[in-house]
């Protein structure tokens, strides 16, 4: 099953037909218990139990469940807010011994918003209020599963985010189904920061270096091909070019795979790559040229692939999708 997404919207609806939760700034999964054994899959529907080993924990109370499904969003906290950056690097982890590692330096927090299956019985088809009302008489909660509150005062929970540093509010209509795998306006995501994921066409080092990262020429994904958004630099230095350029020598070197035109001057000195890695860019906004203002780093998506980009047609939207 693929999670329900939300729509992007510029305000908060009013009126007692909504509630409202906080946005984490996080990623998207499910997680299946069944008998007491935790899976959890990514919102492509991909096996990343591995790399969350507190949630297979009996101290983090779901092995102690027969039978429930729950959407959420997993959240690394720093420094009393979440972290994409740390969250990023632990998700494709797919050795046991590290994951054990991170899940000591960096611990996720599972933000369960929503129940999908309980006892066998699918709840998919009742109303919001009715699943929230199981999922809060399900007793879940611990270091590690917590289940946010929701909020009637749309408007004063997003200028409380704002003021927290938090990345926005989702909206959702209390009568509403859950509808997997799509995107309804049911739920309304609004977002303070504009984020987004795009595709990386191309590399350079930095300037006198050969060992060194220093940049990334990224492109948007479209039914018309990969079309330049431009260059990044900001948030590559030290560790996380490190380990990002090691996975970039890796990707085969087919041409410029962008069909629009690259600037001549940033062209020069570029590795071109095979466009399959998807990552998550930070901006303010496109130029009239379509250029990104002011990108920055935030990670690379392992749970997005391109096919996925296109499919749902949200690559230069908020990612996350809660």
């Given at each position: ?234 948030g590559l230095a030290g560790r996380t070019g490190a380990a990002l350029l090691p996975r970039l ?22 590795t071109w790559v095979e466009p399959v890695l998807v990552v998550d860019i930070e901006h303010h ?38």
């Amino acid at each position: 099953m693929r999670p329900m997404l939300a729509t992007p919207s510029d305000r908060v609806p009013p009126g007692d037909a909504w509630c409202h939760e906080i946005k984490w700034d996080g990623m998207r999964v499910l997680v299946d218990v069944q008998a007491g054994v935790v899976r959890v899959s990514s919102r492509t529907e991909r096996d990343v139990t591995i790399a969350f080993p507190e949630l297979v924990r009996d101290d983090a109370g779901l092995t102690a469940y027969d039978d429930i499904l729950l959407d959420g969003e997993l959240v690394v906290m720093a420094e009393g807010r979440p972290s994409f950056k740390a969250l990023a690097e632990r998700f494709n982890v797919t050795n046991a011994r590290v994951a054990e590692q991170l899940a000591g330096s960096a611990p996720i927090t599972f933000m369960a918003f929503d129940v999908l299956r309980v006892m066998g019985t699918p709840v998919t088809s009742r109303p919001l209020r009715e699943r929230r009302q199981l999922l809060e008489g399900a007793g879940l909660g611990s270091p590690w599963v917590q289940v946010p509150p929701v909020f009637d005062e749309g408007e004063t929970l997003l200028g409380a985010t704002v003021e927290q540093g938090i990345e926005g509010v989702v909206s959702k209509r209390w009568s509403s189904s859950y509808n997997a795998g799509r995107r309804s306006d049911d739920w309304r995501k609004i977002v303070h920061r504009r984020t987004g994921s795009y595709v990386v066409g191309g590399w350079k080092f930095e300037t006198d270096s050969r060992d060194r990262l220093g940049s990334l020429l990224i492109g948007a994904m479209t039914p018309a091909g990969l079309l330049y958004r431009g260059r990044i630099g900001s948030g590559l230095a030290g560790r996380t070019g490190a380990a990002l350029l090691p996975r970039l020598r890796e990707l085969s070197d087919g041409g410029n795979p962008f069909v629009d035109e690259v600037p001549r001057e940033e062209r020069v000195g570029v590795t071109w790559v095979e466009p399959v890695l998807v990552v998550d860019i930070e901006h303010h906004g496109h130029a009239d040229t379509g250029r990104l203002r002011q990108p920055s780093w935030r990670g690379v998506r392992h749970d997005l692939t391109v096919d996925e980009l296109l499919r749902n047609d949200h690559a230069e939207e908020d990612p996350a999708d809660a």
